[in-house]
């Protein structure tokens, strides 16, 4: 009698025959196509271990000539397949950059098999095809019920059962009977713990409640093609932004995700880091005017995948795509939207695919966060406008890159072109945070309006809740100028909630920890950026703003220096040296004073505009009046940095001056 061995695996409710090609669930049969089958039976086989890309294409294509994005397509039809997300199950683990893992528990055995048609053949049919043989008695072993899986209880290698002539019918029957009974007395101890919920308690499956907190990590460039990083950056950007405006779900920034792009951190690790219950992972494909969209909710403190999905369309509909991704995503956390949340999801309009492309190489150059990196996102939003005069998006971008060029040092000219950038963007789409957080920071560095301030920022925020710069400008630029100091720790904590490796954010808690006063707590905060970023340039600004308020002038001097070493005036940054180890810091606040507003220091063509350095020298000397003089000449220039006149420190010997309390009146600050 001929004996062949079949191969089988099992995992999960699943059982797969590369016999026979096929993929059961239960009694169901499930036919994959054969790159399918075949990437699957790769993964099984090598359970527990990485397969790379590479290996893995050249395992099922062979020597064909393929794109990675064929894969990831198998992967995505795998893991529909696979019901992978379903009650938290788990099969196949992507390591990013790298390859692809089978990560759940494979049984593997092997059936002996008579003439071709023996235990195997039953167990694989039994259910689906009932024995209607002369032999009445049923020739299946003992099954064993876990997950409700058709399996043979015995692992490894099972044999036929005897046959008639090796022992009476009877014995057959009741050793059948037995374990069939043993089979249903496990079933009803399975049906029993799961009602009594102690499957979550045996097995670590405790209930994981519901997901309120998520980070979008950096989105996969399949394109292989390294200048299109700006364009997957950008789709995560908007993936982000459409999240954000889920008021019951807290959506970490961008700024705090993008450390972990091209890493390998593990994702409990990352959940604790960012403070979240689930992040999305996900790839972006662009061909030509085409773009897929692949993304997976994955619940951070087990690692397990909840729901996983692509998108195809039209780089016209690529703001449709990423709206549906944050809609279906929203679904899988159980979350209500308010009918104003899902009319903005819903709303996305098409784009024009060019004046898209470069509003996202704006985007791009805007988060460098440098002088260099804001002028280049000016010129392509300008380009984008140019592709879309009606593209409301570039608008909001060229306000920001604006706005953040005056706060930057470039002065009060950039913030009129703000206003007119936020104000068409608003006319366009008066749904966009942005804008109104622009238009927002506008009101107060262009016209002192505090109320009208205080309404956009409060309208960005109930538009976008998620949105950090909303939080943080409220925070830094009005409530703690106005004095209104508890409410704008409150909005900078938050801020710092949705972005916590922030470093402007951190450093600028410490700047009010040092309006209130509390100086140790802001040098504790600006010595923190510091050790992550050496360079960072306001934190040594800041630094000194401390160091010269407590009279530590050997340490003033070297932040200020160090500021504008960094900032590009090595050679002003000489001059102060020379000039302090001459004379120390009188000599340097007398030619200061001498400047006239004008400039830091009058001599040098490469000093930067500053027209509030007259005053704070001539304070320094205590020269009333003429720090009167120099204030009052800072306000005819529009300086930006009179918006903390109220509650710097540095400012209160004269606070009780007539003149003084006047100029509070003219910025609205009485």
């Known amino acids: 009698m001929n004996k062949a061995v079949k191969r089988l695996y099992e995992f999960g409710p699943f059982v797969l025959d590369p016999g026979e090609r096929l993929l059961r669930h239960g009694a169901a049969r499930m036919e994959l196509p054969p790159r399918a089958f075949d990437t699957l039976l790769a993964l099984v086989e090598n359970n527990g271990h990485l397969l790379e890309k590479d290996v893995l294409m050249g395992t099922v294509w062979g020597d064909t000539v393929v794109e990675e994005s064929n894969l990831t397509q198998v992967i995505y039809l795998l893991r529909k397949a696979l019901r992978e997300g379903e009650d938290g199950a788990r099969y196949i683990e992507t390591v990013p950059k790298r390859g692809y893992r089978f990560v759940a528990e494979v049984r593997g055995f092997d059936l002996e098999e008579t003439n071709g048609n023996g235990v195997a053949a039953a167990l694989l049919q ?84 519901p997901i309120r907190s998520v980070a979008v990590l950096p989105l996969q460039n399949l394109s292989n093609d390294p200048n299109q990083e700006y364009f997957v950056d950008g789709m995560t950007d908007e993936l982000i932004t459409n999240l954000a405006q889920i008021r019951a779900l807290k959506v970490v920034s961008k700024t705090s995700i993008m450390q972990y792009k091209n890493t390998r951190t593990p994702l409990p690790q990352i959940g604790r880091e960012l403070g979240v219950d689930a992040v999305v992972e996900g790839s972006v494909l662009r061909s030509g005017d085409r773009v897929r969209i692949t993304a997976q909710l994955i619940r951070t403190a087990t690692d397990r995948h909840i729901w996983a999905e692509a998108y195809d369309g039209d780089l016209k509909d690529v703001l449709a795509l990423q709206a549906r991704v944050a809609e279906a ?95 068409k963007a608003l006319q366009l789409d008066d749904q966009l945070a942005e804008a109104h957080t622009s238009l927002a920071a506008v009101k107060i560095l262009h016209d002192w309006d505090w109320q009208g301030a205080e309404q956009e920022f409060q309208r960005a925020i109930n538009l976008n809740p998620n949105y950090a710069q909303a939080h943080h400008w ?45 100086d140790d707590m802001a040098l504790e905060a600006y010595q923190k950026v510091l050790n992550a970023n050496p360079n960072f340039v306001p934190a040594h600004f800041y630094l000194a703003m401390l160091y010269q308020h407590r009279g ?51 001599p040098h063509k490469d000093a930067r505009a500053d027209y509030c350095s007259s005053a704070v020298a001539n304070l320094v000397l205590g020269k009333t009046t003429a720090a009167l003089n120099g204030l009052d000449d800072c306000y005819r220039g529009e300086a930006l940095g009179l918006i903390y006149l109220k509650v710097d420190p540095l400012w209160s010997s004269l606070r009780g001056e007539p003149r003084f309390q006047d100029l509070l009146r003219r910025l609205h600050m009485q």
Do not use: C
């Open 126 to 209: 039994s259910a689906a095809h009932p024995s209607n043989g002369h032999d009445s008695n049923p020739t299946l072993p003992p099954m064993d019920t876990r997950g409700g899986n058709d399996v043979p209880a015995s692992a490894g290698k099972l044999t036929a059962p005897a046959s008639p002539a090796t022992g009476p019918d009877k014995a057959r029957w009741h050793s059948w009977m037995q374990g069939l009974i043993g089979g249903v007395a496990v079933i009803a101890l399975v049906a029993m713990l799961q009602a009594l919920g102690w499957k979550q308690r045996m097995f670590g499956e405790a209930n994981a409640g």
């Open 329 to 423: 995503i929203t679904n899988q956390v159980k979350l209500n939207l308010t009918a104003e949340e899902s009319g903005r999801l819903r709303r996305a309009p098409a784009v024009n695919p060019e004046a898209f492309d470069l509003y996202l190489r704006g985007r791009y150059a805007w988060n460098q966060r440098s002088v260099n990196g804001f002028h280049n996102a000016i010129q392509y939003f300008n380009r984008a406008i140019e592709k879309d005069p009606n593209f409301a998006l570039a608008f909001s971008g060229l306000a920001d890159s604006y706005t953040l060029l005056a706060l930057y040092g470039e002065g009060y000219p950039g913030i009129t072109q703000a206003q007119a950038a936020a104000e």
């Open 474 to 518: 409220y925070g830094n630029l009005l409530l703690a100028a106005q004095g209104r100091h508890e409410e704008a720790m409150a909005e900078l904590r938050r801020a710092q909630e949705l972005d916590p490796f922030s470093l402007i954010i951190t450093a600028d808690i410490g700047f009010e920890d040092y309006l209130t006063g509390q």
């Open 552 to 602: 530590q002038y050997d340490l003033w001097i070297k932040e200020v220096t160090e500021d504008d070493e960094l900032s590009g005036y090595a050679s002003l940054a000489e001059h102060l040296r020379q000039l302090y180890a001459r004379g120390g810091m009188r000599a340097v606040m007398e030619e200061t004073s001498r400047a006239g507003g004008a400039t830091r220091i009058a």
